[in-house]
């Protein structure tokens, strides 16, 4: 209640001052006091009149503050013009933010905008305050002497990962008219609704930010879902096959299935399955295959040989499991198995700029071969990849020269996943 008695005081003793100097003027003119004289009735009529007026539009002012905020203490009084607002945004967010703000405000007619010096302002139409009898302010008849239309302006400053926002609205004019005429809480409007929209937008966007986190480990726990389940459709054939062949391997060659079997156990114990969600490598996909090959060599024999040119330096270059022996599979369930002779198996990696390249080629039947498989096994390579690296990762296969075919990958040397 104190500070509304202040700012009455404060009105009441701003139009003193001007019914004074008015009252000497009239003193010079009629030559005479203004307490005394014929005339001076007129003037301490008009004086009383215009005191009551401005008491009662400084009431109605306080009246519609009440109304808009709900309450009419020192704090709702001092931010009617001035207000500062703290964001968790960059500058750049918080300065788009602040204009968004302000374009939606009812009314607005003129938007200035200085990006580079973070500043921003919008002139607001008031609307006419007689203009129906159901207005708050008919009764201040000051108003109809106020401007037409408010002046908003916004300043962000850049803070440590935050922004501030000082917010000032007063009327479209001159700063000491705001002494003599008060407006019915058009201003104290503007701020708040301004206010209302940036904390709904900053509330927008803190939703959505919940909303993609909440989606990306979706997204992350249905990818590794759908890895294992492609993992798992490339194992067990494998193992199938070969515990097979070991099976017949006991009564015709048991030494040559103890080896076999042993070259199983190296295989499934560099295949165990991995306790966290870290890429393998191709130093640990080159062991398994290789334990892979060992176990076909003792099935095919002289029909299948291998050449492996793998540097030291790129056997810890990241990549998913099984993706270097799906390759191998391919070519020799493609290539080698279905040509009479057999053939060869290359295994080559090198590095270019910032990715690696491993190749897979055999000089088998190629892709005019007889044996044309349902391509699953690339396609879920494909996927994989994708699901992994993004587009930072890459496969092809050509036709190898002059026989056979070569699948390459591409990936990159820190194993990070560039953009999906």
């Known amino acids: 209640m104190f500070p509304s008695l202040l700012l009455i005081i404060r009105i009441l003793i701003a139009w003193s001052g001007a019914i004074l100097m008015a009252g000497l003027v009239w003193n010079g003119i009629f ?79 003129e938007m200035e905008s200085a990006p580079d010096s973070l500043q921003a302002r919008i002139k607001v139409r008031r609307v006419d305050s007689f203009d129906g009898p159901s207005q708050p302010s008919r009764f201040n008849i000051m108003a109809r002497f106020a401007v037409k239309r408010d002046l908003v302006q916004a300043t962000v400053t850049p803070g440590n990962g935050t922004s501030s926002i000082t917010l000032m609205v007063g009327p479209d004019a001159s700063a000491w008219l705001d002494l003599f005429v008060l407006d019915d809480g058009v201003n104290v409007e503007n701020a708040e609704a301004v206010t209302r929209a940036i904390t709904r937008r900053v509330a927008d966007q803190r939703r959505q930010e919940q909303a993609d986190v909440v989606k990306t480990v979706s997204e992350k726990e249905l990818t590794v879902a759908r890895l294992n389940l492609l993992n798992a459709q490339v194992e067990p054939h494998f193992l199938y096959n070969t515990l097979a062949s070991a099976q017949v391997l006991t009564r015709t060659d048991p030494p040559r299935a103890d080896i076999m079997l042993g070259h199983l156990i190296q295989y499934l114990r560099s295949s165990l399955p991995r306790t966290d969600d870290t890429l393998s490598t191709l130093g640990e996909e080159l062991e398994r295959t290789l334990a892979y090959l060992e176990i076909l060599k003792i099935r095919m024999g002289s029909r299948l040989n291998l050449q492996v040119e793998v540097p030291d330096a790129l056997k810890s270059v990241p990549m998913p499991s099984m993706m270097l022996q799906t390759l191998v599979e391919n070519a020799i369930k493609h290539g080698l198995e279905p040509k009479t002779g057999g053939g060869t198996i290359w295994i080559l990696a090198r590095k270019h700029d910032d990715h690696a390249t491993l190749t897979v080629a055999d000089d088998g039947q190629g892709f005019g071969g007889q044996s044309a498989g349902t391509g699953i096994g690339l396609k879920n390579l494909r996927e994989r990849l994708r699901l992994t690296f993004g587009n ?20 990159p040397l820190d194993g990070k996943a560039g953009a999906a």
């Open 392 to 411: 930072d990762a890459s496969f092809a296969i050509v036709s190898n020269f002059p026989s056979g075919v070569a699948a390459t990958l591409t990936l």
């Open 31 to 109: 030559e005479q006091t203004f307490l005394s004289g014929g005339a001076s009735w007129l003037f301490n009529l008009a004086a009383t009149l215009v005191m009551i007026s401005v008491l009662i539009g400084t009431i109605s002012h306080l009246r519609r503050i009440w109304l808009i905020t709900g309450r009419l203490d020192s704090v709702a009084l001092s931010s009617r013009q001035r207000r500062q607002i703290e964001v968790p945004l960059d500058t750049a967010a918080a300065f788009a933010l602040i204009e968004g703000a302000l374009r939606e405000l009812p009314r607005a007619e």
